[in-house]
């Protein structure tokens, strides 16, 4: 069992910067990557970003490439994703979620096997 705590959301003035981490609880040896979505009112969760726990391969959504940059700590058991030149649609809560194995399908929620609470980015315009 894996345990997720997401944690660095908060308010921001667009443009502006924020820094969400996700912690993992220690048995992150049976974790293949870790993902960042995120849900907005009235819309379905969506891939932001995605990191092989081993490698660091990344892939990142359209929306926020070249935005946003997915890292991790491998001591710390523990995920980043620097959000920068934020803006009003990146509002949302950000969710962190963890995967045991590969996936074709690692843009879509169904691929990964834990999830972390959620963190609220709300981005004034």
């Known amino acids: 069992q894996v345990q997720l705590v997401e944690s660095g959301g908060g308010l921001v003035q667009a443009g502006g910067s924020l820094r969400l981490s996700c912690a993992a609880s220690?048995?992150?040896?049976?974790?293949?990557?870790m993902g960042w979505f995120r849900q907005a009112p009235g819309k379905e969760r969506e891939f932001v970003a995605r990191?092989?726990?081993?490698?660091?391969?990344?892939s990142y959504a359209d929306s926020v490439n070249g935005r946003f940059t997915i890292s991790r700590d491998n001591a710390k058991n523990t995920v980043y994703l620097q959000m920068n030149s934020l803006n009003a649609e990146d509002t949302a809560v950000y969710y962190c979620?963890?995967?045991?194995?590969?996936?074709?399908?690692?843009?879509?929620?169904?691929?990964?096997?834990?999830w972390g609470q959620g963190t609220q980015v709300t981005v004034s315009s």
């Open positions: 220690a048995r992150t040896f049976s974790v293949y990557a």
């Open positions: 979620a963890a995967s045991k194995g590969y996936s074709t399908n690692y843009r879509y929620s169904v691929a990964y096997d834990y």
């Open positions: 990191v092989t726990w081993n490698v660091g391969l990344t």
